[in-house]
Each structure stands twice: as C-alpha cells, then as structure tokens.
C-alpha cells in the first residue's frame, strides 16, 4: 500500500541509509501527511465537555428518563423495571444496524451539538440460560417475526394491539408484535406525555425543540442551556442469552479472545424495527447486537478507531444517495479487519493512515462484489439487495476518494470545524441563560446535581463507547442508577 522512497539498498555488511517518508502507491500522498491530517480531524471532532456542558447532558438525560417513566404510567405496557441501552452518537452515526432512508437529514452544529441513541425494550425475554430460537421462517436472514407465544397472557393483553394477528387452520390464533404498530403507539405515547410535561413548565427544564417519528425511530432535540441533544429514541425487544443463528460464530476464533470474555460479547441482543429489504414492515425486526459491539470495541485500538471515524466523516455524505453504504457497514468491515490482520500491526500508534487506506479499500472491494457479511451472522450479506448501477456509482465515488485522501479528509476537518463554530456562536448567545440545577432551584452550585455532573464528566471521557445501563422505578423517576459495563454508579 505505502512504499518508502528516498534509499537504495547497499552492498551486504553496508549500513543502512536512512528511509524517506513513506508513499501510498494509489494516490502519492504521504503517509506522515495523512496521519497528521487525521489526528487533526481526532482533535476537531472529539469534544471536551466542562462542568457546565455535563451538567447539560445530565438535565437532558434526566429530562428522557423522567419522560419514559411517564410513558410507562400511562398504559402500564412498557416493562415497570426496565433497562436502557444509552450510546454515544445518533442512529445517523452508524452506532444501531437500522435503515436510514426514512430518517430526515439533521446536521451537527446546524441542528444539533451532541447526538445519542437510546433502546428501549418494549418486551423483555430475560429468563433463558440456552440458545433462543427464533422463528425466522417468513424472513431473511439476519430478520425474525416475534410471537408473542413466547410470553404470558398479560402481556399478550397488553400488546393486543400492536399485533398483527394470524388465524390458523386449526382455530388458533398467533400475535405478531409489529414494530411498526409499536413504534406508532411510542411515538403517541411520548407526544402525549410531552404535551402533559409542557403545560406544567419547570424551571431548569429543557426545551423541546423538535419531536419527529423518522420510520420506526422516535428523535428528540432538547434545548438545554447552550446546548441541543439529539435523542434517537430506539423501541426494542430485549433479550438474554445468545440467539441460535448466531451460535456457529462463537465457535470461530476473534480478535477479543483473551481481551474481554465470552460472557461479556454475548450477555445478551436485540430485535430492533427495520425490515430486510423484501421484508414485511409490519411484521419483520432485525437482530441488533449493539450490547456486544460496545464490549467488542474496548479491543480495538485508539489508532484503527481514529481511521474509521475519518473514514466515516469523508462516506458518510459522499454515499448518502442513493442509500446503499451506512456507517453501520463500515463498521462491520472493521470488526472484520480486526479479525483479519494481526493484533500488533492493528496496535501501531502512527499506522492511522494505513488503516484509513485499509478501509476504504475494503469498503470498494465490498462494493463491486455485493458482499458485506454481518459480523455475527456471516451468511446474512448486508449488501445483497443493492442494483448493479447503484454499486458501480458507489464505487466510482470512492475510487476519486481513493485517488486523493488528502483532499477528502481537509474537507472532513473544515466541515467539523464549521459545526464547532456554529456551536460555540450558540454557546456565546446563550452564555448569560446557564440552566439552573434542576433539583436545586437555582440554588447552591454545590448541590448534589453538580456533583454528579462533575462525575458525569468523569466517566463520559473515561469510557468512551462502553455499555450504559440504567435502570429506573416510574415511582421515583428523578433516582436513575447506572451501569458502566459492570460498575454500578
């Protein structure tokens, strides 16, 4: 790929000349060059967050969750305990394996400043210590129907209606769970909540700029402070254990063995709502292993993370039309990349460019083949529905990215760099309105709710991608307790 130029090889027992800088054969662009420029990006495109931007997040976050406990009260349908799975970066952003074709176009620093993805199960199958088998024989791979067969006669009454229901020969009758019914009664649901939280206005309390149903995903953007949160909020069907389909690829071997434990990678997954491409929309979900992802990623290096967040800065526009290449299918060629090449080439700390190289390389190679495996179910190919001219397109973009690397990545950091400007004008703006702590009235800064804001701060730059869990009584929605991984906060 890179080839040193600059020395000759000498005579044997000869010292050796010192070596020029390295060149990709492809573009010409030097390697040093290109690793400069994507730390650049790294520096632009990682946030640092002061107190008063965590105490932000928290009163948004606590916002969310005060909101789905009401939710909750409504129809009693969502689960009374229940457990989140809150991710860094929006549904947009590749972090859930979901369609983005029905999903409006929001841009950082122009719509929003941070962005979140949030599953919430509305069902939970918790009690399995085997394989789950799921009925995927209407479905492609990869995608299941859900009976609610596998649940008690309270919960079948519950979710009547937002089943589908088949009549069978012999007189029974089988409820579909339907995410899309699902996702229309959550998207109600929470505008009426909402509309109830906004007649009665507190102060501290955020902004409800924007409340949008995109396909099966429900996004919020909060105004608080100086700061607006994207909240990609995810209806899920939540389950413990391993599902069968999937069982094969434990037995393989992966770059994580002996870094995380296999109790750790397959703790448990998710139905998630989007159909396979000829699937039934009204009846189809996707198996979702966001919890493993988070686990998988503590064993990918700083560096190779550093590649795919530019890489994924420069497609993610230039592929967005017609939809065909996601963040998420980049992601899955890194998994893939991490189990493919050897653990101390993936570990240098000055190969960014190299990988950067790697993937969209891997990215073409994907492309003009219609292949891209799913990492956990390798016989499920994400790109099999695509149109031969939509992947020559696809590929012929990439190939002028490939063909100049150095160009596409000045414009990934002068696009970063302008949604950090809009955010610090909006920031400057609002810099006489600091919100309030929430609890305290306005009152002490030391109250309990900076404090946490404080450790917040702590453990966001801390455990950057890990799995939060939170866990929530709809009695008393102002005491969420955490979860980072296996830390109980």
Known sequence: MAAPIGSKPGPPGAPSKPAGPELDFRSGARTEELNKLIQEFTKHDQREYDDQRALE??????????????????????????????????????????????????????DYDMDFTLLVPALKLHDRNQPVTLDMRHSALCHSWLSLRLFDEGTISKWKDCCTIVDHINGATNY?????????????????????????????????????????????ILGVGSSRMLYDIVPVVSFKGWPAVAQSWLMENHFWDGKITEEEVISGFYLVPACSYKGKKDNEWRLSFARSEVQLKKCISSSLMQAYQACKAIIIKLLSRPKAISPYHLRSMMLWACDRLPANYLAQEDYAAHFLLGLIDDLQHCLVNKMCPNYFIPQCNMLEHLSEETVMLHARKLSSVRSDPAEHLRTAIEHVKAANRLTLELQRRGSTSSIPSPQSDGGD???????????????????????????????DVTRPHFRIDDKFF
């Not at 590749?94 to 369609?99: E, F, H, P, S, Y």
């Not at 229309?184 to 700029?209: A, H, N, T």
């Open 176 to 220: 579909f769970f339907s995410p899309t019914k699902v996702a229309d009664w959550f998207y109600d649901s929470i505008s009426i909540v909402l509309s109830e939280i906004q007649k009665k206005p507190q102060r501290g309390m955020p902004k409800v700029e924007k409340v949008e149903k995109n396909g099966t995903i429900i996004s919020i």
């Open 445 to 475: 800064p030391n109250q309990p709710d900076d404090r946490l804001a404080k450790k917040l701060q702590q453990l966001v730059t801390e455990n950057p991608g890990k799995s939060i869990s939170v866990f929530i009584n709809p009695d």
């Open 57 to 110: 997040i928290h009163t948004a976050k606590d916002f969310i969750f005060s909101m789905l406990g009401m939710v909750q009260k409504l129809d009693q349908k969502l689960p009374v305990a229940n457990e989140y799975l809150l991710l860094s970066g929006g549904v947009r952003e590749g972090v859930v394996d979901l369609d983005l074709d029905e999903l409006n176009v929001y841009a950082r620093g122009t």
